[in-house]
């Protein structure tokens, strides 16, 4: 149990440094988009060869550049008071008091208690989806929020590993960590969308001949379209790291809501009923990204927020001793069920 638990903090110091490089990164990528919106203007506005589109860019980046991070370090603190708000706006959810649901205040309290953390608030969204996700970046904002759905259809065993889950992001520092990523996300993408917009408006000819006949002005358009390969570039990046920062953290979230309740089973009961049925309707996919899942697009998993349910049950089985319910519902991927049947060793262990 002392190496176990060693080795779940372990990855989560391990984690949180990586988590700290990728948002580092997200700021570089502010400083991209500063390079590339300079480029498109300076390429819009006058003609003269590549070089000197790039070098004037370059120049005029580290002019922008504090006013850039600032802009985009403002905006991060408005979220950061505002972000609970934001969320509760978008996705419609309603405080839920101890008289409206006596049942997950207890056993939030409960779970609360055992770790000596302060209870969070309690939010609701009135759908038949099943989901949850945590919200807030200190100790007065965070925020569980459930929906009725998964209130109505898990168990207590199975309601507490959830919250169990959501009480480690909030442990971990995931819930902060995920706020500022997807607010700096959101500037790269807004500025980034709003030049390639712009582009469709204008007129840029790739060449432009002088009137003693040279190509000086060749540059003009190469130094739009690369300025526009570089916003493309870093919203693409941007998208990466929002499913880098998630992905990684909904194991330790599992593997911590085990810690909590010492209940895998519990885990892997809740994960299948939620199996494709987590889609929140009308929800920003900046809010899905924090959810406990985020059902698959039918792309491939690589482009998923978060690992498969297939995964997690496998980690949880491997890991934590868990086991499949004596009739397990079916999850959204199918054709894995039974080879998950099929791994388990005596005791519903895998083998080794």
């Known amino acids: 149990m002392i190496g176990e638990a060693f080795g779940l903090y372990t990855h989560i110091r391990r984690n949180r440094w990586r988590s700290n ?10 400083l991209m988009v500063t390079f590339g919106v300079t480029l498109i203007i300076d390429g819009q506005t006058r003609y003269a060869p590549l070089d000197d589109h790039l070098a004037y860019a370059a120049r005029q980046t580290l002019v ?17 008071s505002a972000n609970v708000a934001m969320i509760s706006w978008a996705t419609g959810s309603a405080p839920l008091t101890r008289e409206e649901s006596p049942r997950l205040w207890k056993l939030t309290e409960n779970l609360c208690i055992s770790r000596g953390m302060p209870v969070p608030r309690l939010a609701i969204i009135d759908t038949d989806a099943l989901n949850a996700f ?17 209130m109505e259809t898990l168990d207590d065993a199975e309601l507490e590993a959830v919250i169990a889950h959501e009480l480690t992001h ?39 001949r002088g009137s003693n006949g040279d190509s000086r002005g060749s540059g003009k358009g190469a130094a739009v379209l690369i300025g526009i390969g570089i916003l493309i570039l870093a919203w693409i990046l941007a998208v990466v ?15 911590g809501a085990v810690e909590l309740t010492k209940n895998p089973d519990a885990m892997i009961s809740a994960l299948l009923k939620i199996s494709g049925r987590a889609d929140i309707p009308g929800v920003p996919s900046g809010v899905m990204d924090m959810c406990i899942e985020n059902d698959p697009n039918d792309f491939a998993d690589i482009f998923s927020t978060h690992p498969s349910i297939t995964k997690r049950i496998h ?14 519902p079916r999850i959204r991927e199918r054709e894995a069920l039974p080879q998950i049947v099929e791994k388990r060793g005596p005791w519903g262990r895998p083998p080794q």
């Not at 922008?64 to 950061?80: C, D, Q, R, S």
């Not at 712009?198 to 790739?206: A, C, I």
């Open 21 to 30: 490089v990728l948002i580092a990164g997200l700021f570089v990528l502010v």
């Open 241 to 255: 790291i929002r499913f880098a920062l998630s992905r990684s953290r909904e194991y330790l979230a599992d593997a």
């Open 170 to 208: 909030i442990r971990n520092g995931d819930v902060r960590l995920m706020i500022v990523a997807v607010l700096i996300a959101g500037v790269v993408s807004f500025f980034g969308e709003m030049a390639v917009r712009g582009q469709r408006f204008s007129n840029v000819q790739v060449t432009h």
């Open 134 to 150: 945590a919200s807030g970046v200190n100790e007065k904002q965070y925020t569980v929020t459930v929906t009725r759905g998964l």
């Open 64 to 80: 922008y550049a504090p006013i850039a991070l600032m802009i985009t370090g403002l905006w991060v603190l408005i979220g950061f």
């Open 315 to 328: 980690a949880l089985q491997a890991y934590a001793g868990g086991h499949l319910p004596p009739e397990p």
